[in-house]
């Protein structure tokens, strides 16, 4: 993975939606013990501390646990939690974006849904 250091997204939530994505894909196992804050700062070439940020917002959000020596690990219920977040927030946030332009542009409620099943079936076709 290729961090976007000129974008408008801070580096550690880029790390914190990449190990997310890792353990959504299961990549990295529950309960498996995840990169430290200096293997990840080796693997992006960023600050240990950028990091470590990453790994802390994970842990505040119950995705990953400490154990004192040893590291962190991911959570039990991690993937529960990812996808109830990223529902919850992201998906949220895209729709409500998609439904105010929408409004802008007059497109009918049933024209929006039949689009999105539109885009859901090229989706499933490719």
Do not use: H
């Not at 990449?18 to 990169?35: F, T, V």
């Not at 994970?58 to 991911?74: D, H, N, Q, T, W």
């Not at 991690?78 to 542009?105: D, F, G, M, P, Y």
């Amino acid at each position: 993975m290729m961090l976007n250091s000129d974008g408008t997204k801070p580096i550690y939530i880029q790390i914190a939606e990449w190990l997310e994505n890792e353990i959504l894909s299961e990549n990295i196992l529950e309960d498996g013990k995840i990169y430290s804050q200096y293997q990840l700062a080796d693997m992006f070439n960023i600050n240990p501390a950028t990091a470590a940020k990453g790994l802390n917002l994970l842990a505040e959000e119950s995705i990953l646990y400490k154990k004192r020596g040893l590291g962190m690990f991911v959570s039990t219920n991690a993937k529960e939690i990812i996808l109830n977040k990223r529902k919850n927030q992201t998906l949220k946030n895209l729709v409500s974006e998609i439904v105010i332009e929408a409004e802008r542009l007059k497109i009918s409620e049933e024209e929006l849904v039949k689009m999105i099943k539109e885009a859901n079936r090229d989706r499933r076709s490719c």
